[in-house]
């Protein structure tokens, strides 16, 4: 707890944001690069961190240095704290690491008293400006260090005016605020007891210690917990002499980005006010004119501004948003950063800076924040609509919709077929659902996570959806919903935002996606450099085209259950699970497997030359059934309403049918390949189907290749099992067409026993693919369902996890399972192809770790394949290292 | 695939039972130590492999090193096949190395054929004998070899009875015979169009093919699934000159065990018959004789018999089941194998061969079977009983009782209270069933499985359970059940049999169990061996005291939650859970708290001076409402008969709460420390109850040794946040009531993550303690309740898995990680107290893995500590190997 806390502008740099803050490192660096900043030092984090260690107390030596710094400064400007004639005035701002906007404190024009005001007037000749800054300054010490309310400033100010007669702040005289000021120092002795300190240099300490403490305040602390950030962290205090762009006609203020931060065009963008404060700009009294203004008024000072924003860009080699004051004809530069932008123009600016020669392909794809494109890629709310958000869910699939309200599948079928828009609220929604959904332009449940049915099945359609908004009290029987006070009845137009998981009133204006040739170019740059493939989990022949045309090479995962759930296929599927045994089971298949083939037909044809793993029914047969609950109140209604008796009978036998198919934890149930293995007829039944549609397109000149892939294996007996139930109706089906073909058999890993005991299951696989959402469901013991609507928020909010392991993939825990797996996979077969088709497979950080681990591919939803394309090229950077990179132009 | 196929007794020895079969290399064992034995030769389990795998083809030279063997015993005995004067006569007898008693192929009596017969004739000078034996030997070829059905000979033999007017196979004369041969022979040749081979060799090496392919036959292979035993093993074959116990008088049969395998006791037990072969005495025509009476009989030979059964005795150092013949006054050995006992046998047996020197107290461990001491523990059914089972459950608690059908939890604590003795029978039991099922001698229930409600509780308290089954069609409204066409009404007398899962007709009679010395003197043997502690699961004072009793040393789990379903206690649970809010819920806390206090007072009073984990709330909370189905089907009668509103709206309230908490998958949503975490104020109000409970035991005098444990846990972050919590309380108990005591803080390892990182988990722990249950869910995936009612039997019958993982533990998957936690955890904490408290802790093989990872202590209910002491001892022979056992007396 000691050493070096304090450091001259000069001794600093860019690199040392962690010591000196991201504000903070920026000054010095310009400063080193000649630029002209208002000179000044910076107070470290670990002053900060020492500081709260000790309990509220200045580390030893910290004093010292600060009193060391300030000499060298006044020596510097020829200023000094007190001076009557040129007192030093600085600003203390707070400058954290990582960004975290307006959450802690501030104090400006430090270093006015009673005495030095008067040489600001002086200096000035303007009394009304002078006594304003010290006026301000009072409130803010006051407020900020003090602890003393803003609003009883205020108030004083109002009878201030009042007494003058006068509306705005402006029109008061030096007078005026002369008596306010007096009334501020007497509010604040009222309140604390304590007289406004008269010496600099008090002021200063005590401003140091308050900005210190703000750390801890209670926006700071719950902005870091929100926003994920340390609390390790600390922040670094800069300390910097004041320069005032609101001394004169020659003087101003302004905010500049280096390139368009909408478009990402390269031309400076931003605003400028004359003879004004950061402040006023913020106050909106005046309005600010654009940049290009400034060329007019100063030309000079545009001139050197515009060189320095080149000078910067390049410098940085990104696009800067600067903050810079005129004083008296001079140009101060007070910030630079890189500059926050839209998606659309990150792309263009990482893009041109690759042609300009700034930055190599790497750094290109490295300046852009994946997900970014997630917006880019669906119909999206214009950002700039004022919206009416009543309720909030989980962003369950994205992109966003408006409609009017439905709350019946078969309603909603037939105001679609007549052309209408609307949205489909459930409660919850189950395969009898499907037709509705179909027709509908989104989806909102108030129960069910982020692998509901709706979510799942939305996704897959490609259309938004809201689910498991809780504040939803849906009413079917008045055909209404309530978010506490507000009723919304069928028919009413709403809003959802499936990216966000917002519930809005009304028609909003909406934003078409598009692939800009940026967007194209950056991707192209992507796949120049990642290693890691790219698959999309699809389920359709649509879905496939899709697919393709955002790049994908190959199905990673077809869900074949989806196919199951068809209007028009789940009668049949019903009459296959209620079968009575073997015979009615197999007549109920052979009606499904000419469907199936079908199916298969279209994608593997729209995949041609791709590889396609086809997934086997996978889920808990009851979840094409009814529900028992309903079952069981029509019963109770038809008994005692005196219903027919056959019709009670028949629903008793589906109920008692429903009942021996429930389950108490069906994710652990009877499912995946534990139903290939009780009914092997229904596994025959679609690798013959595969296998039919296979041979079709081979004889059609084609490239099928399709991968069977069997689900929820826990040991390689299983595998061995079926592996031998699919070869033998594979030989059959080349017997009877006549035609060759290849396929491969693997399996998903999605529990931990199957990961555990890879180096056998790698024996009869020909590939393994980690199926991550229930790997991470069993290795924590989570059903995603239950976790994301109760426990797992409060598990993020007290920091006992850092993410939400559906969403990005847990290392620690789901990853050190993987990469077990692959060791030992390959243990057994070197070449064993390792691919992801969880829904992390779209995520970035999650692909970052599939390189690290040695996967061949990632699989995702079509939508997210540009994502992950981009994400795969930065994991290729950040875990090979960029040793290899040379700057070169596209 | 060739190399020695063939071994002459005396080429053999009892440590080759793999190659030669058990029943083969203890003929060799005999042969060697001098016994009288026949001389034979032995047909290895290799060349039964071999023959299999060459798709039923001798492999090459079999045949040619048969041929020799037989020569060299023609030489020896001066006999030789097919001669007319000395014909040799041998037995050809399956013999696995695991014995598979009647299910595979024996031929006897081969080398007669229409000439051998007459020296038969000649030489015993009794017709009727020999052509018996012929006739005999026919049969059994015809049916055995040639695959004519036996029944199709008896017909034969009927018809020849008819036709000599008599009713016993005895009464036939030698030319009766003659005639029935020479049919026996036209079946054969007419069913299967071959003639009966006359040529000896020919029919060795017919009978030799049959019985290998005997292996694979229908029965042997169901056989061997039901028992798990390999196919891969193979059978030997034996080939052994014939002597003959049916000769004259001076012949005999008979059989013996060492001991008595009933009781133990150390004296010859067996039964024998003059003049017979074994077969009379399956046959059951005539009566046998107690082998004491052979004394009389025989003296010679029963003086003989006696000294060699000691020699075997000893030899073997273990009881045997001999099987003897004699021949004109020479005795013959026919077979020595280890005795089957009872478990009371089996115990007295292993103790008194310590006392006698015969055996270290090591191998008398090892010679008791655990899971045979279960009897012991439990009232028992009559093995001798005759039983009307009419149906087959899930043994879900152990021990059998009999009384009255009752289906209503309120009625069974009326007639409880009565004195009336009555089984509840229950679709499912829930925590609204406690005060029937306490008042209950047994529980039957339709569903569930080993962990369902009805069997953790019946477990918890003792009494038999039978789950599951499935059979049972209850209707409460007729107060009656169907199994089949059988209708059991409310009243009925059955009874149960919880080890089994049998459900019976009627009363039955039971055995009370009881502590034998010698059960007694082999636990203390046992305990001198082990370095496993073995504790118990326990919930009440009263089970605490109960395992004391059995030899627990402290108590591996209390688990609160039982305490909050008893009767008195639930209504303030369920007020805990629907409370609105954090006040309303504390109050009903502040109500539970003195109950808990209670109960940790007095479990921790019996368990004075041993540690006692006790494990804070695990289960959902949703488990302590009622079913949501049943408030749905209450609302809906109640809104269409015009119910009261008020009466519905609560009803209505129940069921949103109920909604709100219901979950999709129980066993991974919200429970265990997430309920800590979600609601500290209940694990505080846990934690209070103990340390008060401990203090008061302190002010005592007493040695409370409490131990916290959170179960659940998947992170650190975790356990240190509750631990935080803990260890607050437990200073404000200190502080409140100025008493000093120790307690430590520990976690349940049952999650795959909490393993994966048991590293960091072992920062914040005093101990572990494996959950092996829910681990064995979550690493297989496997929803108990869920896999053991469904998918298991099939996957136990395809032998995809070797053991029902929720019994034995799995090694592989759940064992690895289990290793890895050991490893990981004393890392980081060398001295890491580690123990396991699933239902694994009290299974032999699983507590022989606990051994070999290093485990601290097994934990099991308190009727298995005496099976887990017992195994904790061979487990430590096992693992540690015998190098340090000296041969000692007790």
């Known amino acids: 707890m000691s050493g070096k806390y304090v450091y001259l502008f000069e001794e600093g740099g860019a690199g040392m944001k962690n010591l000196l803050g991201g504000k903070g490192a920026n000054l010095c660096e310009m400063t080193n690069i000649g630029l002209p900043v208002p000179p000044g030092f910076i107070i470290t984090t670990e002053a900060c961190k020492d500081f709260t260690r000790l309990g509220q107390k200045f580390p030893e030596g910290l004093e010292g240095q600060i009193r060391e710094k300030v000499m060298i400064l006044e020596k510097r400007l020829g200023e000094s704290f007190g001076d009557k004639t040129k007192p030093l005035l600085v600003s203390v701002r707070s400058g954290a690491p990582v960004s975290m906007p307006g959450m802690m404190d501030t104090v400006l024009n430090l270093g006015l008293n009673d005495a030095t005001v008067g040489a600001l007037i002086s200096s000035t000749g303007n009394e009304r400006f002078a006594m304003d800054c010290y006026r301000r300054f009072i409130s803010m010490f006051g407020d900020v260090v003090m602890g003393v309310e803003h609003n009883k400033f205020e108030r004083i100010l109002d009878r201030q005016k009042n007494k003058a007669h006068v509306h705005n702040d402006n029109e008061l005289s030096g007078e005026d605020w002369r008596e306010a000021i007096e009334e501020y120092k007497k509010l604040i002795n009222r309140e604390t007891g304590k007289d406004f300190p008269q010496n600099p240099i008090e002021q200063l300490f005590m401003s140091i210690f308050a900005v210190f403490n703000s750390w801890n305040n209670d926006r700071a602390v719950?902005?870091?917990?929100?926003?994920?950030?340390?609390?390790?962290?600390?922040?670094?205090?800069?300390?910097?002499?004041?320069?005032?762009?609101?001394?004169?006609?020659?003087?101003?203020?302004?905010?500049?980005?280096?390139?368009?931060?909408?478009?990402?065009?390269?031309?400076?963008?931003?605003?400028?006010?004359?003879?004004?404060?950061?402040?006023?700009?913020?106050?909106?009294?005046?309005?600010?004119?654009?940049?290009?203004?400034?060329?007019?008024?100063?030309?000079?000072?545009?001139?050197?501004?515009?060189?320095?924003?080149?000078?910067?860009?390049?410098?940085?080699?990104?696009?800067?948003?600067?903050?810079?004051?005129?004083?008296?004809?001079?140009?101060?530069?007070?910030?630079?950063?890189?500059?926050?932008?839209?998606?659309?123009?990150?792309?263009?600016?990482?893009?041109?800076?690759?042609?300009?020669?700034?930055?190599?392909?790497?750094?290109?794809?490295?300046?852009?924040?994946?997900?970014?494109?997630?917006?880019?890629?669906?119909?999206?709310?214009?950002?700039?609509?004022?919206?009416?958000?009543?309720?909030?869910?989980?962003?369950?699939?994205?992109?966003?919709?408006?409609?009017?309200?439905?709350?019946?599948?078969?309603?909603?079928?037939?105001?679609?077929?007549?052309?209408?828009?609307?949205?489909?609220?459930?409660?919850?929604?189950?395969?009898?659902?499907?037709?509705?959904?179909?027709?509908?332009?989104?989806?909102?449940?108030?129960?069910?996570?982020?692998?509901?049915?709706?979510?799942?099945?939305?996704?897959?359609?490609?259309?938004?959806?809201?689910?498991?908004?809780?504040?939803?009290?849906?009413?079917?029987e008045h055909s209404e919903f309530k978010v506490g006070d507000l009723v919304v009845k069928q028919g009413d137009i709403i809003s959802i935002d499936g990216s966000l998981g917002n519930v809005i009133l009304g028609n909003v204006p909406m934003i078409d996606p598009g692939l800009s040739p940026e967007f194209q170019e950056l991707l192209k740059l992507a796949d120049q450099i990642r290693t890691l493939g790219v698959r999309a989990n699809a389920d359709t022949p649509e879905d496939a085209a899709k697919s393709r045309g955002f790049g994908a090479a190959g199905i990673g995962l077809t869900r074949t259950e989806h196919m199951f759930m068809a209007q028009d296929r789940l009668p049949v599927v019903q009459e296959m699970i209620l079968a009575g045994g073997l015979r009615e089971r197999e007549a109920a298949l052979n009606k499904l497997m000419p469907m199936q083939q079908e199916d298969f037909y279209g994608i593997l044809k729209a995949m041609d030359g791709f590889p396609v793993t086809i997934r086997l029914l996978d889920p808990p047969l009851h979840e094409f059934l009814p529900d028992a609950e309903e079952l069981m109140v029509d019963i109770t209604r038809l008994r005692l309403t005196g219903g027919n008796k056959d019709e009670i009978k028949e629903k008793e036998d589906i109920l008692r049918k429903v009942r021996a198919l429930s389950e108490h934890n069906p994710m652990l149930g009877l499912r995946g390949c534990r139903l290939g293995i009780t009914y092997p007829e229904i596994y025959a039944m679609q690798a013959r189907a595969?296998?039919?549609?296979?041979?079709?397109?081979?004889?059609?000149?084609?490239?099928?290749?399709?991968?069977?892939?069997?689900p929820l294996v826990i040991d390689v007996n299983e595998l061995a099992y079926l592996r031998e139930l699919v070869d033998s109706v594979a030989a059959e089906v080349k017997k009877d067409t006549g035609v060759d073909f290849h396929y491969t058999v693997g399996t998903m890993i999605e529990i931990p026993r199957a990961a555990l005991l890879a180096d056998e299951v790698a024996a009869e696989a020909d590939f393994f693919s980690f199926g991550t959402n229930d790997l991470?469901?069993?290795?924590?013991?989570?059903?995603?369902?239950?976790?994301?609507?109760?426990?797992?928020?409060?598990?993020?909010?007290?920091?006992?996890?850092?993410?939400?392991?559906?969403?990005?993939?847990?290392?620690?825990?789901?990853?050190?399972?993987?990469?077990?797996?692959?060791?030992?996979?390959?243990?057994?077969?070197?070449?064993?192809?390792?691919?992801?088709?969880?829904?992390?497979?779209?995520?970035?950080?999650?692909?970052?770790?599939?390189?690290?681990?040695?996967?061949?591919?990632?699989?995702?939803?079509?939508?997210?394949?540009?994502?992950?394309?981009?994400?795969a090229a930065q994991a290729w950077v950040k875990v090979k290292g960029t040793a290899d990179i040379g700057y070169g132009t596209l």
């Open 222 to 476: 719950v902005y870091r917990r929100i926003n994920r950030i340390s609390d390790e962290l600390g922040t670094a205090i800069n300390i910097q002499a004041m320069v005032f762009g609101n001394m004169s006609d020659d003087s101003g203020t302004g905010v500049a980005f280096t390139r368009n931060p909408s478009t990402g065009e390269k031309k400076l963008y931003g605003e400028y006010l004359i003879n004004a404060q950061g402040e006023d700009v913020v106050a909106g009294i005046r309005t600010p004119k654009p940049i290009a203004h400034l060329e007019r008024d100063m030309p000079l000072i545009y001139k050197q501004f515009e060189e320095i924003c080149s000078l910067l860009d390049k410098h940085y080699r990104d696009m800067q948003d600067i903050e810079f004051t005129v004083e008296r004809g001079k140009l101060w530069i007070l910030q630079t950063r890189n500059g926050k932008r839209t998606a659309q123009a990150a792309i263009k600016i990482a893009v041109d800076m690759v042609c300009e020669g700034l930055i190599s392909r790497e750094e290109a794809v490295l300046k852009i924040e994946p997900g970014q494109l997630e917006h880019l890629l669906h119909r999206r709310i214009d950002p700039e609509a004022k919206l009416d958000i009543v309720a909030k869910g989980l962003p369950a699939s994205p992109g966003a919709a408006s409609g009017m309200v439905v709350f019946d599948a078969d309603l909603a079928e037939k105001l679609g077929q007549e052309g209408k828009k609307l949205i489909l609220v459930r409660t919850e929604t189950t395969p009898d659902d499907i037709h509705g959904i179909l027709h509908a332009q989104g989806i909102l449940t108030s129960r069910g996570g982020m692998t509901s049915h709706a979510a799942v099945v939305a996704r897959g359609m490609g259309k938004p959806c809201v689910s498991g908004c809780e504040a939803l009290h849906i009413d079917y």
């Open 690 to 710: 595969i296998f039919l549609a296979t041979a079709r397109l081979v004889k059609e000149g084609l490239q099928p290749i399709p991968e069977v892939e069997i």
């Open 776 to 871: 991470t469901q069993t290795t924590l013991g989570f059903s995603r369902d239950d976790a994301e609507g109760k426990f797992l928020r409060t598990y993020l909010e007290q920091k006992i996890l850092t993410d939400n392991p559906f969403m990005v993939l847990d290392r620690k825990g789901v990853g050190k399972l993987m990469q077990m797996t692959v060791e030992l996979g390959r243990k057994t077969k070197p070449d064993l192809l390792i691919g992801i088709c969880g829904e992390h497979g779209g995520e970035p950080s999650s692909i970052e770790f599939c390189q690290m681990a040695g996967l061949d591919y990632v699989s995702c939803s079509p939508f997210r394949v540009p994502i992950a394309r981009l994400a």
